[in-house]
């Protein structure tokens, strides 16, 4: 069988990172987004079908790798919708550890994961944990001063939403105003930027246009609470 030259690219990279388990691959990300779309679509069952023949695939790259990670992200957020907890917990530590050996500690890439686990854990009602991983988060970023307007954004909204289920409303209410602002300004379809000289006025992808309007709405059902 003909391996073409990029798959060959995409092999030697994978190579050339496994040591830190990071690696790129094609096929993965488009069985990725194959999942990713059932769940959205709400069909559970053929989502969790599609993510179990996308983690056959990404275990032969190595045990753990960032394809294994979103395996195991979306596996507790699937089993949630479907109101299976049995193991959810679980499916969230063996993220964490493998971001951990992914990333590293000190990473964004690890503070990301804790931020997704948050994020899941305010989903399940468990205010307090996902208070706690979203300030763990949060504070790995101060340290390595990786804290950036983005993660500030994320940040706020999840812990917000942990804040309000704790019953601290004022204090999320606070906390949110400070990035009103940031999420306003981005929640647009068309951006202007500078190109060799020239001001240009460039539409965004759709899925970049989905994930801000999407924020901001978050953000604005969050000031509603």
């Not at 089993?79 to 969230?92: P, Q, R, T, Y």
């Not at 990301?112 to 307090?128: A, H, K, Q, W």
Request: net charge positive; hydrophobic share 40%.
């Amino acid at each position: 069988m003909k391996i073409s030259s990029s798959c060959t690219v995409v092999v030697l990279i994978c190579l050339l990172v496994m040591q830190t388990g990071y690696c790129q691959n094609k096929k993965l990300d488009k069985a990725l987004v194959k999942a990713d779309g059932y769940y959205k679509a709400g069909s559970f069952s053929k989502a969790l079908k599609a993510l179990e023949k996308f983690k056959s695939s990404a275990l032969k790259i190595s045990a753990q790798n960032n394809y294994m990670l979103a395996y195991y992200i979306r596996e507790a957020r699937i089993n949630l919708a479907i109101g299976v907890v049995d193991g959810f917990e679980n499916s969230l530590t063996n993220a964490l550890n493998t971001s951990k050996a992914v990333f590293g500690e000190a990473n964004p890439g690890y503070a990301s994961t804790m931020l997704d686990v948050s994020d899941i854990y305010n989903e399940y009602g468990n205010y307090r944990i996902a208070r706690q991983y979203v300030e763990q988060a949060e504070a790995l970023l101060k340290n390595t001063e990786q804290l950036n307007e983005a993660f500030i954004g994320r940040i706020a909204l999840i812990k917000a939403e942990a804040m309000i289920g704790q019953g601290f409303s004022n204090d999320a209410l606070e906390l949110l105003a400070g990035v009103e602002k940031y999420f306003a300004s981005r929640a647009v379809e068309k951006e202007t930027k500078v190109e060799n000289g020239q001001i240009k006025t460039v539409r965004l992808e759709d899925k970049e246009i989905y994930a801000r309007h999407n924020d901001y709405a978050q953000f604005k059902t969050l000031m509603g609470l």
